[in-house]
Every structure is written in structure tokens, then in C-alpha cells.
């Protein structure tokens, strides 16, 4: 580990401040050769090694009193192949430097979400997805890579040679490895327009389910304190609704761009927030919303300075995916940072939960190991990849055992509150 480069960092913040803790070191190695010492030295030495991306979770899955490893250093597209319609890029490129490197040979990723400062292996390990009824979540595009695993060793694989592992590593916390390189599935750069329309809450829930069927991506936020909702269009230039089928609502921004420069459009990211998104069957997703919508008038309106977002995704059959194996309605709920924000994200939680709804791995929720293993059916063929590439626990910290496999602690000495991991150490 001595050649490895350090950083002397005496406390790590993530990008909204709700979450500190103080890492042994901060290593940011620059070969996969200093990745693989890195990970034999704490497997030597009993010690933990988290991932750091962008840091733009907002659960402690990064938190280690251990080796905490950024890849700043090792970023970039590395080759591609555009009849193909492949790219490898290296593990600690952001969402909006690969987007640009992608652009300029010419290829694109089929969807994005609203940011694009994630690193791309750190989105892709918590599950970050854009909309679209028939597109899935930005880790669908993974199809092959090297990763250093929990042994030191360099592990190449691909969808032909190792499918199961490929639907492990999607989405896999940072648990089976550290990504240094990443084969994606893309297409040709394109062009896309988009459209905002502002509306009532009422007019809205009537058109939605034409809107999500006729659009490539649409998605919608309510207000509510003004009971106000935006709808976001976006497709090819001139596709998707008719601008005459949405006279119940008003044009408030049309343009068209790139599709890196107009999917993702919240990279400012001036004001601070907290979130919870839980993913619900799409065949209940209007009910739920319905239901959050009453919920917020009736008990938290006065309290709420942030909007609800409505989103789409299609299935998919990556292990630990929100969306796996059914259709899928994501509903996520913001609060100011400056606000509270606990009791208003527990009390929606029950509301989620009882719509059989699967949280969102990088944002608040207070679910555990007990009651997650019943939300996907292949939870335990997960676990099985994970101790296989990992049998030591190098990336395995206290807080994901708490999540993935309640070792050590009762169901009653867990965190239960939303975020009451976090306010502890804000607190210390």
C-alpha cells in the first residue's frame, strides 16, 4: 500500500453536508495494480475499503473507519467501438464526463436522470435510474469489466461469460469489488426535445397514464403547497403528445439539445435537500401517488418546501433492482435540508411500504436486512455472489451489514428513524 497516493483528510462530507464520519485513509490509487494492493492490504489487516464516488447518496454506504478509496485518478474513456455501439470507460469517470467523452465519437446512453455528478460505477451501484416506460435504470447498459475483487484479484467479465455475475455487479453497493474498468452497451449520439407544461394536480392524474405511454421519457412534479404540477416531456424532435392534447395544460419551456445536455438538467445543485424514493408496482403507482398526495395535504403541507417526483421505469432482472422482474412507479419525496425532515419521510414510508414498494439504495429509508430479503426474489443468490467474490468482508462496513445481512445486531439496537444514523454523527 505504500505506493499508493493518500490524501490527509480528516473528516469526509458527502454533497449535502447530512452525512461526516472520519476515514483511517483516503487512498486514490492511480493503476488497478495500486487497487489490488490497496485491497490485499486490508484483507491483511482485517480492515474495511469503501468506494467513494461523487459522494451523492444520502445513506452511509461509504462510511469506513478503514481505507476509504477515491478513483479520481483513474478516469476516462478507455476505447470504443461505435458500429458496435460499445465504450469502456474507467470506474471513477463521472456521469457528465463519460456523457461528453461518449458525445464526441459519437454514442450515447440510452437514459440519464436528472444529475449527472455521479461517478459512473457509483450510480450504477445505487440504482440510479431516469424515466421512461420502456427504459431501465442506467446500470442496464453494464455488460462487461474488470473489478478487483475482495481476494485481490482482477476478475474480467462479461454478459456472454458470466450472466449471473453481470446481474449480481449491476448493482451490487460497492460489495463485490472496486470497478476500475466498464464495458457499456450504448447507441448513436441523438438529438432530443424537451417540453414542460405547468397544470393543475387534478387535470394532471387524469392524462398521466396516456403521457407515459406516449412519451419516451416522462416524469412529473407536484408542489404542495401550491397543488401545482409540472409535466416534463421528452422525446425525438416533433414526437411524443401532440401539443394539441395537452391544451389542459400550459407551455412554460420547449427546446431541443443533445441528449447529454438536455436529459439531466439539475447539475447546479445550489440548494441543498434530503429524499426518499421507494419504487411501487406501476400498476399501483397513480394509487400510491394519490394516496402520498392526501397524506402530504392532510398532515405535512405547511411543513413541505420541496416537490414530489413521479417517474416510470421498465423491468428488469438485475439482483438487488427496485425494478426487478415488474414495472415500476418511483415516487420520490424532497425537503429542504435546513428543514426536518424525519418525521414527515417516516410517516410516507408507511404509506410505500404498504404498496410493496422497494427504496431506493443511495436515499433515506430506515428498512433493514429482515424485511429487504422479502422484497427480492433473488436476495439470496446475491448474497452467495457476494461472499464468493468477498468471502473476507473487506467491502462489507457495519452499516451494510445491518443492511444486507443483520449480523451482529438485534432488530432492536438497528437504526430505525430515518437518517438517525446520520444525525448521530453530525451530533459527535
Known sequence: MDDVPTEDLEEWTNWSGNLQFEPGVIATPETEGQVQSLVEHCRA????LRVVGAGHSWTPVVETDGVLVSLERLTGLVEHDREAGEAVIRGGTTLGEATAALQEVGLAMTNLGDVSLQTVAGAFGTGTHGTGTELQS??????????????GDVKAFSAEDDPEFLRAARLSLGTLGVFTELRLDLERAYKIERREYCTTAEEALEHVPTLAAENRHFDFYWYPRSDEVKLRLLNAPNGGTDERDLAFA???????????QTIAEHDDMTRLFEEMEYAVPAEEGLECFREVRERIRENWRADVGW???????A?????????YGRETVTIGILQNAQLEFREYFEDLEGVFRSYDGRPHWG??????????AKLYPEWDRFQEIRREHDPDGVFTSDYLRTLLEGAGVTAEEQPRRIGERESEVEGE
Open 138 to 151: 442506467l446500470s442496464s447498459t453494464l455488460v462487461g469489466g474488470r473489478i478487483v475483487t475482495g481476494t
Open 363 to 372: 436515499k433515506r429509508h430506515s428498512l433493514r436486512a429482515p424485511e429487504l
Open 307 to 313: 416537490r414530489v417526483l413521479w417517474r416510470t421505469i
Open 315 to 323: 423491468p428488469e432482472d438485475t439482483y438487488l433492482s427496485a425494478e
Open 250 to 260: 400550459s407551455l412554460v419551456k420547449k427546446g431541443t439539445g443533445w441528449w447529454h
Open 45 to 48: 489487516e482485517g480492515k474495511t
